[in-house]
């Protein structure tokens, strides 16, 4: 890390964006775990309540693509504190609904802040690691995840006490306050610059300080990369992050109704199951600098993948309400790292637009998720149905499996 005045201002930068991320997994567990209560209130069938949710994967998706161009005219941070604003005062509007149609035409307008906040504050991450010369990226994505587990804890407490409406309009104000405190701060902050590659930055022996397997696609390599390669190597980051950010958002809409209806659970225990979840990917993010450092990403992306296909088979089948904590437990910990490094791949390859292409393919899988659940519990059962989340963490292994040996030549690594 730079130091002096540059190390001072990045370590600035790096503590507001954290505050950035933090925000955004709290509101957005705010209002998951507040779900049950919202298709009660709207009577929505499990299918129609998968229609209602694809409102945020609509919103979230088309924002994604547009984000970039944004990001390009004004800037990472100015997006960032703009959809953050958003973001907050937008989930207020769920509980004032009383059918499913509404609450899928409010939840376009929530999904659009959730994704566009998603690729901005990415972006504005990617080029803090770059100029650090770090692999941070999990810490970002472990304040999301603290921020989820604090926003889920907040509504397991409040759940008997407060309504959806009041609980959601307390945070809203919240998110503003915070957006209003910590905006000021990150527009004041200029993007960081980032370093000249080493000139030896291309050679298979020397460790890649981002934590990659590839040392030969960064520095002056990448430069005569062909611009079709590039695109393929973010489409397969965007699908790996696909698999796995589909877990996530199955976890975030249906880990509280699995435990309610299939297991009995009650209302604050049934809430506790996403703080379950979300605790166990902070610590796996908190630790994920020094997983790439011993690791490297792909090896990263394979052990995780394989943990979290394990844990949601667990999560999904066990008769018993420990068992299924246990396995979502167990499925935050293998999550936890695969998506902040496939984005921060996409990132460091193609920049802006690889962050919000590699997004958009990832949240797509988030958003994209539940609605599916939804049908599928319609059809089969609610077990049944989040089984397809450890189906896709088991690709997401294989894919990183097949990425690795392709980049090695098709020879095991360390031949």
Request: net charge positive.
């Amino acid at each position: 890390m730079p130091r002096g005045p540059a190390g001072a201002q990045l370590a600035r930068l790096r503590t507001v964006l954290t505050v950035f991320f933090a925000l955004d997994g709290f509101v957005f567990a705010g209002w998951v775990v507040r779900i049950p209560d919202i298709k009660d209130q709207t009577g929505a069938s499990p299918s129609a309540l998968g229609l209602a949710l694809l409102g945020v994967s609509a919103g979230g998706v088309a924002t994604m693509v547009l984000t970039g161009g944004l990001i390009r005219r004004y800037g990472a941070h100015a997006v960032t504190v703009g959809t953050a604003a958003l973001l907050s005062a937008g989930v207020v509007l769920p509980p004032l609904t009383r059918s499913a149609l509404a609450l899928g035409l409010v939840l376009v307008v929530f999904g659009a802040a959730f994704g566009s906040i998603s690729v901005a504050m990415n972006s504005a991450a990617v080029d803090l690691v770059a100029a650090l010369r770090r692999p941070v990226m999990p810490s970002f994505h472990a304040a999301f995840s603290l921020g989820g587990m604090l926003g889920a804890g907040l509504g397991a407490l409040v759940a008997g006490h407060l309504s959806p409406t009041r609980h959601l309009l307390l945070l809203a104000l919240l998110g503003l306050a915070v957006t209003a405190f910590a905006g000021p701060a990150l527009l004041a902050l200029p993007a960081p610059e980032r370093p000249p590659a080493p000139e030896d930055a291309d050679r298979a022996d020397v460790p890649d300080p981002s934590g990659s397997d590839a040392a030969a696609d960064s520095g002056p390599a990448a430069a005569e990369r062909p611009a079709g390669r590039t695109r393929l190597l973010v489409a397969v980051l965007g699908l790996v992050a696909l698999c796995t950010a589909y877990g996530e958002g199955a976890m975030a809409d249906w880990s509280a109704l699995h435990l309610k209806e299939s297991l009995d659970a009650g209302p604050g225990l049934a809430a506790a199951g996403y703080s379950v979840f979300a605790l166990a990917m902070t610590a796996g993010r908190l630790s994920g600098t020094a997983l790439l450092l011993r690791l490297g990403q792909n090896r990263a992306l394979v052990a995780g993948g394989a943990t979290a296909c394990v844990g949601m088979l667990l999560g999904s089948f066990s008769p018993y309400v420990w068992g299924a904590l246990a396995g979502f437990a167990l499925t935050g910990l293998g999550l936890a790292n695969i998506f902040p490094i496939a984005i921060g791949r996409a990132g460091e390859l193609a920049g802006p637009n690889g962050v919000a292409a590699a997004s958009t393919l990832g949240y797509g899988g988030m958003l994209l998720g539940p609605p599916a659940i939804g049908f599928l519990a319609d059809w089969f059962s609610l077990r049944a149905a989040l089984s397809t989340v450890a189906l896709l963490a088991g690709a997401a292994a294989l894919i990183a499996y097949a990425m690795q040996a392709v980049q090695n030549g098709g020879r095991p690594r360390g031949t």
